[in-house]
């Protein structure tokens, strides 16, 4: 818990390597396998580009603004997403939005974008609470001050609401956690095997790896999409005349304006794949973040608690229209997407001989947009990694706009950035109203990042109901790595 109040809380991440402790090409490849934050050097906190030359590979990462713009907005189609990535996600999400381009992506988009826009937030809102209203269910069954792993409840809740707004159905908690422990080894094994891809090893050299990676991606296809098989039938059967009122309703009814198409099973299954991980997945890790950083962050965590009184007074959730007053819970949402983005590498490939940053990249190479790396950056954002949400608020993210991207920029911006502050705006404000939040001792996450941003030891927190009766002075006498001078005991540590 930060106790200077003259200096901003710098939240964990793995500190950067330098020239001096410069490691192997095998110690390269073993750190790459765990995490590619652990791979990163102080230069690429701070150079304009950096350029990585792995294995005859050469990887281009810029940082500047005017850069980034050229590529994500200006010159998009000239960067498509990158056949690597496609490589890696494809037993998963086949061929969905996130991994397609050209022509098919275009369709996709154009009827993703009308279906979204057909189901509106407003109209998913109530199933969203549901959910919201299940999670404080399953955190009323801890006792106060007892250690949680908050990523896991983030992972649930957020699949729950993914499952409720999408597909109309609840998700219990044995599939919750299977899914939670599918993706995560999917995430390990796909990470894995792109770094074999890079240093040009065969698949062999993992076999194992290989094998879970392509059995989890289809137990977890599996899990969602025969409920989307028994409804693209019952749609069909019915010609339509259906009454969900959710995503999936939407995206069935919707037709292409240039193809006058609609998405067959197949590619329904596609898309709700995608959205269920994309949107669950990064918005638990975001979360969890979040509350981590409120846990040793107290005053920040009353701040919202008395904001969310201030809005929605006795109610423990806030209307559709007064989520929109959450300014603080909003601040520090962003912030945390600033500081932990949970997708921190959007790879892109060149398809012809063009300029970046001075250097002709030929077809074919690797220009790596990464947002942990844009965000921390000190030539941008003052105190680059430590905790300020007051920066949404005094104009410095205005100013740098150019330089916040976690649901990335331009015509491939992320479709559910709405719903995903949407739904933070309602977990944060409601959890902070209702218990005030306390680290867990001797507990530091590692961030890690594969396909999304997560914690290698998981992510703990502590949670105590507001109506306890114990005194707010006493709940913070010990923080992660700390130890309290004080004799009285702490009610966490019993």
């Known amino acids: 818990m930060n106790t200077n109040s003259d200096k901003p809380f710098e939240p964990p991440y793995p500190k950067p ?21 652990h791979v990163l050097f102080e230069g690429d906190y701070k150079k304009d580009v950096s350029i990585t030359k792995i294995s005859g590979y050469k990887i281009f990462t810029p940082k500047d603004n005017g850069l980034i713009k050229d590529i994500l907005k200006s010159n998009y189609k000239d960067f498509p997403k990158h056949r690597y990535m496609d490589d890696i996600l494809r037993p998963l999400l086949g061929d969905s939005i996130f991994n397609t381009n050209g022509k098919t992506w275009e369709r996709q988009r154009r009827i993703m974008d009308i279906g979204f826009e057909k189901a509106g937030l407003k109209n998913v809102f109530s199933l969203m609470c549901d959910a919201v209203q299940q999670m404080h269910q399953r955190l009323d069954s801890y006792k106060d001050g007892q250690a949680i792993d908050i990523d896991v409840e983030m992972t649930h809740v957020t699949a729950d609401i993914i499952m409720r707004t999408i597909l109309s159905s609840p998700i219990e908690s044995d599939r919750a956690f299977k899914v939670f422990h599918y993706f995560e080894e999917y ?18 050299v993992s076999l194992r790896s290989y094998i879970i990676w392509k059995r989890r991606g289809r137990q977890i296809r599996n899990f969602i999409g025969e409920i989307i098989k028994e409804r693209h039938k019952e749609f069909i059967e019915k ?25 067959n099973t197949k590619e329904l299954i596609d898309q709700i794949v995608m959205l269920f991980l994309a949107g669950h997945e990064t918005s638990a890790s975001a979360l969890s973040w979040a509350l981590y950083i409120l846990s040793n962050q107290p005053e920040h965590t009353e701040a919202l608690a008395a904001e969310a009184q201030n809005i929605f007074g006795q109610n423990q959730l806030p209307t559709f229209r007064e989520t929109s007053k959450l300014k603080k819970a909003r601040d520090i949402f962003k912030e945390t997407l600033r500081l932990y983005p949970p997708v921190t590498q959007l ?5 012809g001989k063009c300029p970046v940053a001075g ?12 947002p942990w790396l844009i965000h921390r950056r000190e030539k941008v954002w003052e105190n680059a990694h430590a905790f300020c949400p007051e920066r949404f608020s005094n104009g410095e993210s205005k100013k740098n706009s150019g330089s916040y991207l976690p649901f990335s920029q331009g015509p491939r911006i992320c479709i559910g950035a709405g719903f995903a502050l949407q739904e933070a705006l309602l977990i944060l404000s409601s959890i902070t109203k209702k218990y005030r939040i306390k680290p867990v001792s001797e507990h530091t996450p590692d961030p890690i990042a594969r396909l999304t941003l997560r914690s290698l030891n998981g992510i703990k927190i502590a949670l105590v109901r507001r109506d306890s009766g114990i005194p707010q002075e006493k709940l913070f006498k010990s923080a992660p790595n700390e130890t309290s001078n004080s004799n009285e005991e702490c009610p966490f540590n019993k």
């Not at 490691?23 to 765990?34: V, Y």
């Not at 094994?189 to 065969?202: C, D, E």
């Not at 995206?251 to 198409?261: G, I, N, Q, R, S």
């Open 17 to 37: 390597l330098t020239s001096k402790n410069k490691p192997s090409l095998w110690k390269l490849f073993k750190l790459g396998r765990k995490s590619s934050l």
């Open 187 to 204: 995430q390990e094994k796909s990470n894995s095997l792109l770094m074999l891809r890079l240093f040009r090893l065969p698949k062999w």
């Open 239 to 263: 010609n339509g005349e259906t009454n969900y009122g959710d995503i999936l309703e939407a995206l069935m009814d919707t037709e292409d304006p240039e193809t006058k198409t609609k998405f």
């Open 347 to 351: 790879s892109r490939e060149a398809t």
């Open 359 to 370: 250097h002709t990249v030929a077809p074919g190479t690797t220009v790596n947009i990464n």
